[in-house]
């Protein structure tokens, strides 16, 4: 399906590594038709904060700890990117502004100007993405 680099959303990553998320066998099925055809599997610092923190929160410390030992995509082909201080404050001028609509995260944001930035398409199951991916130039997948 893919075959350019992907970001992965915190939204896919906590359906794809809790079993118990009610879109957990779609993210395992998403994975075997977008990530084995994808360039580089990307990640940032603030997508690792947002889904550890919400796996934390469902299955406690102990089974974030499992979660992330056992998962492959984790281990290895999952390249983490850190927010440099530019887009850092980019991503902030815009946040603040009035016209963003309530549902885009400060994360989702700087996820968005990332993919316009690295030419990537994103892998999310928050539809909001589909406004972001038309208004910054990237694909959202599923």
Same mark, same amino acid.
């Given at each position: 399906?893919?075959? +350019?680099?992907?970001?992965? #959303?915190? /939204?896919?990553? *906590?359906?794809?590594?809790?079993?118990?998320?009610? $879109?957990?066998?779609?993210?395992?099925?998403?994975?075997?038709?977008? $990530?084995?055809?994808?360039?580089? !599997?990307?990640?940032? &610092?603030?997508?690792? !904060?947002?889904?550890?923190?919400?796996?934390?929160?469902?299955?406690?410390? +102990?089974?974030?700890?499992?979660?992330? &030992?056992?998962?492959?995509?984790?281990?290895?082909?999952?390249?983490?990117?850190?927010?440099?201080?530019?887009? %850092? &404050?980019? *991503?902030?001028?815009? %946040?603040?502004?009035?016209?963003?609509?309530?549902?885009?995260?400060? *994360? #989702?944001?700087?996820?968005?100007?990332?993919?316009?930035?690295? /030419?990537? #398409? !994103?892998?999310?199951?928050?539809?909001?993405? +589909?406004?972001?991916?038309?208004?910054?130039?990237?694909?959202?997948?599923?």
């Amino acid at each position: 399906m893919a075959s +350019k680099g992907l970001l992965l #959303d915190s /939204s896919f990553l *906590v359906a794809f590594l809790y079993q118990d998320d009610p $879109l957990h066998a779609r993210a395992q099925e998403v994975a075997m038709q977008c $990530l084995v055809n994808a360039e580089a !599997i990307y990640t940032t &610092n603030l997508i690792f !904060i947002e889904y550890a923190t919400v796996l934390a929160m469902r299955v406690g410390r +102990k089974g974030l700890q499992e979660a992330l &030992n056992k998962d492959a995509l984790l281990q290895g082909g999952l390249e983490e990117l850190f927010v440099t201080e530019e887009l %850092y &404050n980019e *991503v902030r001028r815009l %946040y603040l502004r009035q016209d963003l609509h309530k549902d885009i995260s400060f *994360v #989702d944001l700087s996820s968005a100007l990332l993919a316009k930035k690295m /030419s990537l #398409d !994103i892998l999310s199951f928050d539809k909001h993405f +589909k406004v972001l991916g038309q208004k910054y130039g990237f694909k959202v997948l599923p």
